[in-house]
């Protein structure tokens, strides 16, 4: 079992930045590919970025120039820098770890996922 903690939400105006965190912890041989995701109300969850164990990543249109993906894995922990945010980012943040080589952005690769962090942009 992987356990999986974000941080890092908050409130922002537009334009301005925030930066996620996920630490994870329990059976970490578990996160070869880990993501983000996110689920704006009445919308289904987004896979928006994803990397795997070597640090090939993934990032969807939608997010792709503004926000980056990175890990740590000495630290066991997934972050993901937003910048130039936009009210439509606006949306419950979730980090997610799978046991694929490979990652994606689909909701079924993932096996473990944290609580969310709300970023709220106006």
């Known amino acids: 079992q992987v356990q999986l903690v974000e941080s890092g939400g908050g409130s922002v105006q537009a334009g301005g930045s925030l930066r996620l965190s996920c630490a994870a912890s329990?059976?970490?041989?578990?996160?070869?590919?880990m993501a983000w995701f996110r689920q704006a109300p009445g919308k289904e969850r987004e896979g928006i970025a994803c990397i795997n164990w070597t640090g090939s990543k993934t990032h969807a249109d939608s997010v792709k120039s503004r926000f980056t993906i990175s890990r740590d894995n000495a630290k066991n922990t997934l972050y993901l820098q937003m910048n130039s945010l936009k009210p439509e980012d606006t949306a419950m943040y979730y980090c997610?770890?799978?046991?694929?080589?490979?990652?994606?952005?689909?909701?079924?690769?993932?096996?473990?996922w944290g609580q969310g962090t709300q970023v709220t942009v106006s």
């Open positions: 997610a770890a799978g046991s694929s080589r490979y990652c994606g952005l689909g909701t079924s690769a993932y096996g473990s």
């Open positions: 329990g059976n970490t041989y578990k996160t070869y590919s």
